[in-house]
């Protein structure tokens, strides 16, 4: 079956950049996703790239896709304290209409 | 508040016990999805339905959880006999149906954390 692959923790300083890494399986995958997950809540959806593009910019977040080694980052500019939570990579293969996550990345940003 | 609502919140049930929760979708959303997630793990795949029809369930869905939408509106999932380790955050997504980027995109509920006991 698909797989997708991150690394479980990440700390940061609180200002610096965070870059959250993933790695999948299905080389049929159309959509990928980056969801954040606050303690005891749902999955927010944070940005999400088409299979067709390799770049995605929104605000403080940027998305990079390299489909040919299927590596996905979320690089997330001047981290704050807020921004500690889980962070979700999916993607979705074509022809499916179901995403498959990964484990989650824990983002801990400290003063 | 028109984003996907899920009732209870929390349940704790004795083994052996029938649960349902429900989940209200975003009205204009014609897909709905069920997952349940394990502490330490992602979201895992449980079940989906386009309207009322329910197209794809996981083999994680034994015989003892069923899920319904009756009216392509709100849906249910229910457990029965349950054990200890149905224990879990059991969310629900729903997204538009059409085949363009804003149907992509999933939207999720607080989910309901069910605890065996």
């Known amino acids: 079956g698909e797989d997708v692959e991150q690394s479980l923790f990440l700390s940061v300083r609180e200002g610096d950049s965070s870059v959250i890494n993933c790695t999948y399986t299905d080389s049929s995958s159309t959509y990928l996703y980056w969801y954040k997950q606050e303690p005891g809540a749902g999955l927010q959806l944070l940005t999400y790239?088409?299979?067709?593009?390799d770049m995605k910019q929104d605000q403080r977040l940027t998305v990079l896709l390299n489909k040919k080694d299927k590596h996905l980052s979320l690089r997330i500019a001047d981290t704050q304290t807020g921004d500690s939570a889980i962070y979700f990579c999916a993607e979705k293969g074509g022809g499916s209409y179901i995403p498959t996550f990964g484990r989650g990345t824990s983002l801990i940003v400290h003063p | 508040d028109t984003g996907v609502s899920q009732n209870p919140r929390h349940k704790i049930t004795k083994r052996g016990q029938n649960v349902t929760f429900r989940c209200d979708p975003i009205?204009?959303?014609?897909?709905l999805y069920w997952y349940r997630q394990t502490l330490g793990q992602g979201p895992e795949f449980l079940t989906y339905?386009?309207?009322?029809?329910?197209?794809?369930k996981s083999r994680l869905l034994s015989d003892r959880f069923s899920a319904e939408r009756p009216k392509g509106s709100f849906s249910t999932l229910e457990i029965q006999r349950t054990e200890q380790g149905d224990s879990a955050m059991y969310l629900c997504?729903?997204?538009?149906?059409?085949?363009?980027?804003?149907?992509?995109?999933?939207?999720f509920g607080s989910g309901t954390q069910l605890s065996v006991l």
């Open positions: 339905f386009q309207n009322e029809a329910q197209l794809e």
């Open positions: 997504a729903s997204s538009l149906d059409r085949d363009t980027p804003a149907g992509e995109k999933l939207f």
């Open positions: 009205s204009e959303h014609n897909r």
């Open positions: 790239i088409f299979s067709n593009m």
